[in-house]
């Protein structure tokens, strides 16, 4: 299990490793959201899915990232993946028995979400490990395209497939993919970071342990900010990212080739982003970079979609909306790496994930009910609002979930606006020292210290 390859090059494996994975992963869940659609054609059966998949994730990041800093962080990414790989094989099996329903798909992305949950914290924190802080921005970059490269291909490649092979071969090739992910993890080497103890020698309980992540993040009013930030905008915008392949299909009548493009779009903005942080390494300001780079995404991105009513459109503000993504989410990254040390990443990152998308598990089922019951039915209709906003988005099918789309945009970017008026978030790198520069103590005994405001 020790692994032969380390460095940038044992990290350039594991990240190969899980673009391979997430590609059969993408074309599963490309052909499974065309199937969802044809069986319900509802908005609420495809943010559900999402819902199912996001929910154990986040609750059980607390927990999950206690684990993660008492256990060998390399095991626990072979463990995230084995399930995740596991939810495909019941799907297929279940496939393969004429048996297949849309609760079982529910159930499969709940069982491969709570596994999820140890993927983050354990992939961040061995970052830390494997790479040197000069080049953390650069590996986060590249981290964070490993679920953008197989967005380009995954619908492409899935719908030309479907074409010779059932959703069973798609499947197929998923499953592949996986053993092909933890194989590359089992070459690399990790290193471990040092064992806490409490002052008494002995090891923290895992309750203690699990809130400790809180306890430091509230401890630290530019922390606490920051996060709080991430959580009213993932709260918002996955109102909107909710009914994506809905709002498509329905307003091009369920185009597979439509959907396709448009995903692969979101995918080819955020590797160009992607890219150009890696050879960029980022701005000396993080944070601004950070906020942004969301500003662009939401004004320019999010609010093209919801008007578009044609392909060029749509790929055009998918383009927009993910090419600064990899820029904001490397800074961000970036941030917690330097402020957190090392040893104390896992728990403190679970703890991050929980509080940070707590709002788009709440949003993503909330954003169907709103798409079939509110924004749908105000746009089919006549009423003086419905005639105010056409000129906006259009009438009918779609035109509804298009208007989602404007107005969550609208708000992110006003919530972004927010946290740049906000000090301790503006300035978080000045207030909040680096754990490497003396200001903290390997223990953390300083944890209910709070940064200056």
Do not use: C
């Not at 009213?232 to 709002?247: I, K, R, W």
């Not at 330097?338 to 998308?357: D, N, S, Y």
């Amino acid at each position: 299990m020790n692994g032969r390859f380390s460095g940038m090059f044992g990290f350039t494996i594991v990240w190969f490793g899980q673009v391979v994975s997430l590609l059969g992963s993408g074309m599963t869940s490309f052909a499974l959201t065309i199937w969802a659609w044809q069986v319900t054609g509802r908005a609420t059966a495809l943010a559900l899915v999402g819902f199912f998949a996001f929910f154990p994730m986040v609750a059980l990041s607390p927990i999950a990232g206690a684990l993660v800093d008492r256990w060998n962080r390399k095991r626990v990414m072979i463990l995230s993946d084995l399930g995740a790989g596991l939810a495909t094989v019941a799907l297929f099996v279940l496939l393969k028995l004429g048996s297949l329903q849309i609760w079982h798909i529910y159930i499969a992305a709940g069982f491969s979400g709570a596994f999820q949950a140890f993927q983050f914290p354990a992939y961040s924190a061995s970052i830390t490990m494997m790479i040197p802080k000069s080049q953390l921005t650069r590996a986060n970059a590249l981290y964070g395209m490993v679920r953008s490269i197989p967005t380009i291909f995954a619908p492409m490649t899935a719908g030309a497939l479907l074409a010779f092979i059932d959703i069973g071969g798609i499947m197929t090739i998923d499953i592949v993919t996986f053993l092909f992910a933890i194989g590359a993890l089992l070459i690399v080497r990790i290193p471990q970071p040092a064992q806490e103890l409490s002052a008494d020698g002995l090891r923290p309980t895992l309750l203690s342990d699990s809130l400790f992540g809180f306890r430091y993040i509230f401890a630290r009013s530019s922390l606490i900010g920051l996060l709080l930030y991430f959580l009213l905008v993932n709260f918002l915008l996955s109102f909107a990212g909710g009914v994506l392949a809905p709002m498509l299909l329905a307003r091009s009548g369920s185009n597979e080739i439509v959907l396709g493009t448009v995903q692969m779009l979101f995918g080819i903005g955020s590797v160009a982003g992607g890219l150009l942080l890696t050879f960029w390494g980022g701005p000396r300001r993080k944070v601004l970079a950070l906020l942004g780079s969301v500003l662009i995404s939401t004004v320019f991105g999010q609010t093209v979609i919801g008007v578009g009513r044609s392909l060029a459109v749509w790929a055009a503000g998918a383009f927009l909306t993910s090419v600064t993504i990899p820029i904001a989410s490397g800074a961000s990254q970036s941030i917690w790496q330097t402020k957190v040390p090392a040893h104390l990443q896992g728990r403190v990152f679970a703890a991050r994930i929980m509080i940070g998308q707590i709002g788009g598990a709440i949003a993503l089922p909330l954003s169907g009910v709103l798409a079939d019951r509110v924004f749908e039915p105000l746009m089919r209709g006549t009423s003086p609002l419905a005639r105010a906003l056409a000129p906006l988005v259009g009438t009918g099918p779609g035109a509804g979930m298009g208007l989602m789309f404007v107005v969550f945009g609208i708000l992110g970017a006003a919530a972004t606006v927010g946290a740049y008026l906000f000090r301790p978030v503006r300035e978080i790198e000045t207030l909040l020292p680096d754990w490497d520069a003396g200001a903290e103590t390997a223990d953390t005994a300083e944890v209910g210290a709070d940064v200056p405001a």
